[in-house]
């Protein structure tokens, strides 16, 4: 016996990836339901490469009562409305907004990094999926933080357009064909030329000089992780379609030499260390574009405190990074308590 799992925003470049990963890993899935705005009602979505086609019901009148799991990946203010609404009608919801990250009572959940903390969803039927910068990073963090203890992580995002949704890859491809062609330029979901640029701010600034998308990765990491690190980031959008980019200093407690890191960072759950010290003997975005996998390259010692590493870490965004984490939860989720299938 299987589930029922709705997958609301559907039509969305996350809703899509949810619905390609739920059938790629073949979650036991009895039905499912692709669910999005009345804007969307009636179109069709695949499901995965399984050849079936899922018409589009509309959010505003779906009943979660009797439904198993919602995947929610329709941004926050839709998710404000109808989240409590599915959760209250018995159906457990695994929402991909930053709306309930930072509610005390709602897990917040990385399965490689804190699967126990899912326990607590029985408080609102919800648990929340970590940002996508901060999806990766702690991924990466957490065997080296078991082996020495972190104290300090100061992280530079290099960020895909993927990151701020459809409209964001549109106005990159939009404007990289307009410059070769010798069109004016015009920025519209961003506030600067994207293409064959980098634009060191992600969502809103707040009163220290930090934005939004910054203050994120330290909040999350330290409910994931841990509450004692001290984490300071810069978040950067980059002119790439998929595919976040992390370059991640770490200061410990404890020594911990590179080669002790590569062969923590090598047998890692979710992890591929790729890390020879030769031309092309790291990962870059494009080679990490539609895998699960978090690739760590470029381990080498900081040698400006006591004991640091550097390196870099590269992910599919909208996978480990949003719709295959949502997936995880939800495998964990089923494991752990509804135990179907």
């Known amino acids: 016996m299987g589930y029922r799992v709705a997958v609301v925003g559907a039509t969305g470049n996350v809703g899509r990836e949810m619905l390609a990963i739920l059938a790629e890993r073949e979650f036991p899935c009895d039905e499912i339901a692709a669910v999005a705005s009345s804007r969307s009602t009636g179109t069709e979505v695949e499901f995965g490469d399984t050849g079936k086609m899922l018409k589009v019901k509309n959010i ?11 995947l929610f990946a329709a941004g926050s203010e839709p998710t404000k409305i109808f989240a409590p609404k599915a959760a209250s ?10 709306l309930y990250r930072m509610d005390p009572d709602v897990p917040l959940i990385v399965p490689e990094v804190n699967p126990d903390a899912i326990d607590g969803y029985t408080k609102r039927n919800i648990i929340a999926n970590p940002n996508c910068s901060t999806a990766q990073m702690v991924v990466a963090l957490k065997p080296l933080h078991d082996a020495a203890t972190i104290r300090r992580v100061v992280v530079s995002t290099y960020q895909s357009v993927s990151g701020a949704g459809k409209a964001g890859m549109d106005e990159l491809f939009e404007q990289s064909r307009a410059i070769f062609v010798g069109d004016s330029v015009e920025p519209r979901k961003f506030t600067k030329q994207i293409a064959f640029n980098v634009i060191p701010h992600i969502d809103v600034f707040l009163d220290d000089g930090s934005t939004k998308e910054e203050w994120k990765m330290v909040a999350e990491t330290k409910k994931i992780l841990d509450p004692k690190i001290k984490v300071n980031a810069t978040c950067v959008r980059v002119p790439v379609f998929v595919g976040h980019s992390e370059s991640i200093n770490i200061e410990f407690e404890k020594e911990i030499s590179a080669s002790q890191a590569q062969d923590i960072l090598r047998e890692a759950p979710g992890i591929m260390l790729v890390d020879k010290r ?15 996998a978090t690739y760590i390259s470029r381990v080498r010692e900081d040698p400006t405190v006591e004991s640091g590493l550097a390196l870099w870490c590269v992910s599919d965004n909208l996978r480990k990074g949003a719709a295959l984490n949502a997936v995880q939860i939800a495998e964990l989720l089923g494991r752990r308590h509804l135990r179907k299938g």
């Open 60 to 70: 505003e009148h779906f009943d979660f009562t009797g439904w198993d799991i919602a």
């Open 89 to 98: 009608q018995g159906c457990v919801v695994i929402d991909n907004s930053s």
């Open 278 to 292: 030769e031309d092309g003997g790291y990962v870059t975005p494009v080679e990490c574009a539609g895998d699960s």
